[in-house]
């Protein structure tokens, strides 16, 4: 009897302590956030545990209604699922597939685990079901920004490179043609720096979208940085080449780009086209090619297309070397001034001189101003230069003045970026003073391209130049945009009329009645005016007529080294 009672206490202990498990297993599976499908082999039995109504709203009991399941995901993940359900028959003991849900954006993975018996017959599994959507998703946007530009959906710069390569590596074997095309949005600097960032990202995504629309069969696109953009064409044939992309792209941009904030943006672009293997047979160096060419494009005025011939990197190259050298001669000061003076056109005494830079460079080639000033003001070794030419100019004219005994007009030419400087009118008194010169016998010549960015901040600063007693010309005047309107604005004493009028002053009736203008103009606002570049006797006659006041110009004297212009003036007098 006491045998019996032993044996029921032990029973319930062991009910006791199996409902306690059973509890904890069950809390367990509630917890997590999957589902789990427990199978029995031995009885042919399927629990449903954990979320599982969360997920699916149909049972499943035994292995038939695993077809359910199977029927619940897209197609193309049915064959993977049935493995990984039946893995038993594989015998094997784990494995996991990731299905999406049928029709649905969900996606779940299945993680099968199955045990076997010493003789390698399976007694159960467990199929643990989980929601890996979120991390698919975050994935896929890895994966996305891997290969994709955020702002305009085209191809990102690397995987449009790989892409490009692989487009090289085909075409080296089937002998075929790619093109190259780099697409740069004209003056896009002033849309950001101008209008704003905002508005610049959207133009670039509103093109970008745009070029998208033109990729396809064997055309592809990216966005390279910033507003430049590059399409590959693989074996250009029947309307797809350069030519009808260009047209589309000429097609878009004749209409607006309207921006969300209101704006109506117009564009134009500027395109340079290097070809496979015509111009280069690697994938890099064709962008580089074309990128070249739209360099030149820019260099031309901008909104049109250009191909790679190879003389254009020549030219390019050389533009790097005089880069280079210009550099050094900045370094080593290999600069040196020349003077060319100008006579009032009444009695034909000097009026003055303005100080011309002449580089002198290592292989002792001159190289006229007119090539390296706009190299220096690119890369902004104009502002070393300007200096130099500044210190230099005064420090002769101050040794001129007493040599000679008699005050003349120093005449500087004066780059925008010089302008922009804060300090810039400081540092020109600063010279002026430790030279003793009165600011009065320094003219600064600056040509209107200056004005053009910032008319207002530049005409602030002349006044304080002014203040100081400083003479403003203004130079080249007629190439730019010349209104004789905004002369009234601006605080100048000298006008000078360009060359270019000069030359042509005595042939076309046009330039006279223009020229006559400008001076009337001039004079009556008290402002001096001065002939550039007069080479004729006619033309000096009729300019002294027509009340020019000063000439400068080889018929009176060439730029002069200091040599030369100190042994003219001593002859002189
Ligand atoms: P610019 O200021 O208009 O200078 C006048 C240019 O015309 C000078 O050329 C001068 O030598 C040339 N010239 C003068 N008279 C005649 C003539 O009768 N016939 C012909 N064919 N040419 C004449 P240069 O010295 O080659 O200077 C070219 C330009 O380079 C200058 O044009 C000026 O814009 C710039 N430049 C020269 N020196 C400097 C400088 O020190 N600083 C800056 N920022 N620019 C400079
Ligand atoms: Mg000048
Ligand atoms: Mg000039």
């Known amino acids: 009897m006491n045998e019996l009672h032993y044996q029921l206490d032990l029973l319930k202990a062991m009910n006791q302590k199996l409902s306690e498990k059973e509890r904890m297993y069950a809390k367990v599976c509630e917890s997590a956030e999957g589902a789990f499908l427990y199978c029995s082999f031995e009885k042919n039995m399927i629990y449903a545990l954990g979320q599982w109504n969360d997920f699916f709203d149909f049972e499943i009991r035994e292995s038939k209604d695993f077809s359910r399941l199977l029927d619940a995901v897209e197609e193309q993940y049915v064959l993977a699922l049935r493995d990984v359900l039946f893995l038993e028959k594989l015998g094997e003991e784990t494995a996991t597939a990731e299905c999406q849900m049928k029709g649905r954006k969900i ?20 199929i643990y079901i989980s929601n890996i959507t979120k991390t698919k998703s975050q994935n896929e946007e890895l994966t996305y920004m891997a290969y994709y530009d955020g702002l305009t959906g085209l191809y990102n710069r690397n995987y449009f490179v790989r892409l490009l390569s692989e487009y090289v590596r085909t075409a080296s074997e089937k002998k075929s043609v790619i093109s190259v095309m780099i697409i740069d949005i004209d003056e896009f600097r002033k849309i950001n720096d101008g209008i704003g960032i905002v508005v610049g990202d959207e133009l670039v995504q509103q093109f970008g979208i745009f070029l998208k629309e033109i990729c396809g069969d064997n055309v592809i696109a990216c966005h390279l940085h910033s507003d430049v953009f590059c399409v590959a064409i693989y074996e250009p044939s029947g309307t797809r080449n350069v030519e009808t992309i260009y047209r589309a792209i000429l097609k878009r941009t004749r209409e607006a780009f309207h921006i969300s904030s209101g704006q109506e943006i117009h564009i134009t672009v500027s395109i340079g086209v290097a070809e496979y293997p015509e111009a280069s047979t690697s994938a890099l160096e064709l962008i580089n090619c074309a990128e070249i060419v739209v360099f030149k494009c820019k260099k031309q005025g901008r909104n049109m297309l250009q191909y790679f011939e190879p003389p254009v990197l020549s030219d390019f190259l050389d533009s790097i070397e005089l880069e280079n050298k210009l550099k050094k001669a900045v370094y080593n ?5 020349c003077y060319q003076p100008q006579y009032y056109a009444g009695n034909r005494r000097l009026r ?29 070794t104009i502002i070393p230069i300007g200096k130099w030419v500044i210190e230099e ?30 300090d810039f009118a400081d540092s020109v008194m600063e010279v002026l003073n430790r030279y003793k010169v009165k600011p009065g016998e320094i003219e600064l010549e600056i040509t209107e391209s200056v004005l053009i960015d910032d008319f207002s901040s530049v005409s602030e600063k002349l006044k304080v130049l002014r203040n100081y007693g400083i003479r403003i010309s203004l130079d080249d005047f007629g190439t730019g945009f010349s209104s004789l309107s905004y002369l009234k604005k601006l605080p100048i004493d000298t006008l000078k009329i360009d060359k270019s009028f000069i030359d042509t002053v005595m042939t ?16 009556a606002l008290g402002i001096e005016s001065i002939a550039e570049g007069v ?24 730029p002069l080294s200091p040599e030369e212009f100190e042994a003219m003036l001593s002859s002189s007098l």
């Not at 000061?333 to 001034?337: E, I, L, T, V």
């Not at 830079?357 to 890369?379: G, L, M, Q, V, Y």
């Not at 002769?396 to 005994?405: E, S, T």
């Not at 000096?540 to 080889?554: M, T």
């Open 352 to 380: 003055g001189v303005e100080a011309l830079i002449r580089w002198k460079d290592e292989d002792a080639h001159w190289i006229s101003p007119a090539t390296f000033i706009p190299i220096a003001e690119k890369n902004g």
């Open 333 to 337: 000061k290999d600069f040196y001034m």
């Open 508 to 523: 076309d009736s046009a330039t006279r009645v223009i020229t006559e203008s400008i001076i009337n103009m001039v004079k």
């Open 535 to 558: 080479e004729e006797e006619q033309q000096y006659k009729y300019l002294h007529a027509i009340g020019c006041d000063v000439i400068q110009g080889y018929l009176f004297s060439k």
């Open 107 to 126: 996606w779940l993975q299945f993680r099968t685990q199955v045990s076997y018996d010493r003789s390698g017959n399976p007694t159960d599994k467990v």
């Open 393 to 422: 100019s005064v420090r002769q004219y101050a040794l001129w003045r007493k040599q000679f005994g008699f005050p003349f007009i120093m005449s500087i030419n004066i780059s925008s970026l010089q302008y922009k400087k804060d």
